[in-house]
T-cell receptor, first 115, second 112 residues
Framework: GAVVSQHPSWVICKSGTSVKIECRSL??????MFWYRQFPKQSLMLMATSNEGSKATYEQGVEKDKFLINHASLTLSTLTVTSAHPEDSSFYIC???????????FGPGTRLTVL | SQQGEEDPQALSIQEGENATMNCSYK?????LQWYRQNSGRGLVHLIL?????REKHSGRLRVTLDTSKKSSSLLITASRAADTASYFC????????????FGSGTRLLVRP
C-alpha cells in the first residue's frame, strides 16, 4: 500500500507554454501533499505544501503565480508550471501524507525539459 | 531552504565494506528520516528515527541520532553493488506542518 503516482513521467515543452503535472495517491487518502524540485546532482527543495480544499502554502522564493497548485480531492494534487522557461527545467517530485501519519510517500518524479 | 549538510558528498567503496554517511541539521526536530534515490528516480523511505531515540536498526541499516550535536549517521553494513544510489537525510520539525527539509545528500558508489 501507500503508492503515489505522477503523470507524466517526463515532458518536453516549448518556452512560454504551461505544463500540468499530476500527483495521485493510489490506495490512501492524502490530506497533505508536498511538491519538491530537484536540479541535477542536488538535493530536493520544498516548493509548497498542498492541503485538500485549501490554498497551498509556498516556500520563500517560490512564485505562487508561476507554480499553480490545486489539491481538489484527497487523492489528487496538480502542479501547473505557467509560462515555462528553460530555467524551469528540473525534476519535480511530489509526496503525500496520510491523516495522522508521519511518513511521506514519494512519487516517481516528473522530468520537465523546457526548450 | 536546506536544513543542513551531509558528508561526505560522495563515497566510493568496495562491495562488502561498510558505508557511513553523516547528516547535520540546524533546528530542533520531531524526527529525522533517511531516504534513498536511484539516479533519476523517486525516493524510497529507509528509516525514521524520533527525537527521543538514539539508535535504530533495519536490516543492514543502522541509524544513530545525537540531538545535542544535531547530527545523525547512516551505516550500511556489508554493502552491495545494488546499494549504489544517493542517500538523503530529511528532518521533520516541531511546527506540525510535517514539512521535510532535506540535506544535501551523499552519492554512494559500491564497486563490485
Amino acid at each position: 500500500g501507500a503508492v503515489v503516482s505522477q503523470h507524466p513521467s517526463w515532458v518536453i515543452c516549448k518556452s512560454g507554454t504551461s505544463v500540468k503535472i499530476e500527483c495521485r495517491s493510489l490506495d490512501f487518502q492524502a490530506t497533505t501533499m508536498f511538491w519538491y524540485r530537484q536540479f541535477p546532482k542536488q538535493s530536493l527543495m520544498l516548493m509548497a505544501t498542498s492541503n485538500e480544499g485549501s490554498k497551498a502554502t509556498y516556500e520563500q522564493g517560490v512564485e505562487k503565480d508561476k507554480f499553480l497548485i490545486n489539491h481538489a480531492s484527497l487523492t489528487l494534487s496538480t502542479l501547473t508550471v505557467t509560462s515555462a522557461h528553460p530555467e524551469d527545467s528540473s525534476f519535480y517530485i511530489c509526496s503525500a501524507r496520510r491523516l495522522a501519519g508521519e511518513e511521506q510517500f514519494f512519487g516517481p518524479g516528473t522530468r520537465l525539459t523546457v526548450l | 531552504s536546506q536544513q543542513g549538510e551531509e558528508d561526505p558528498q560522495a563515497l566510493s567503496i568496495q562491495e562488502g565494506e561498510n558505508a557511513t554517511m553523516n547528516c547535520s541539521y540546524k533546528t530542533s526536530i520531531n524526527n529525522l528520516q533517511w531516504y534513498r534515490q536511484n539516479s533519476g528516480r523517486g525516493l524510497v523511505h529507509l528509516i525514521l528515527i524520533r527525537s527521543n531515540e538514539r539508535e535504530k536498526h533495519s536490516g543492514r541499516l543502522r541509524v544513530t541520532l545525537d540531538t545535542s550535536k544535531k547530527s545523525s549517521s547512516l551505516l550500511i553494513t556489508a554493502s552491495r553493488a545494488a546499494d549504489t544510489a544517493s542517500y538523503f537525510c530529511a528532518t521533520d520539525g516541531w511546527d506540525s506542518s510535517y514539512k521535510l527539509i532535506f540535506g544535501s545528500g551523499t552519492r554512494l558508489l559500491v564497486r563490485p
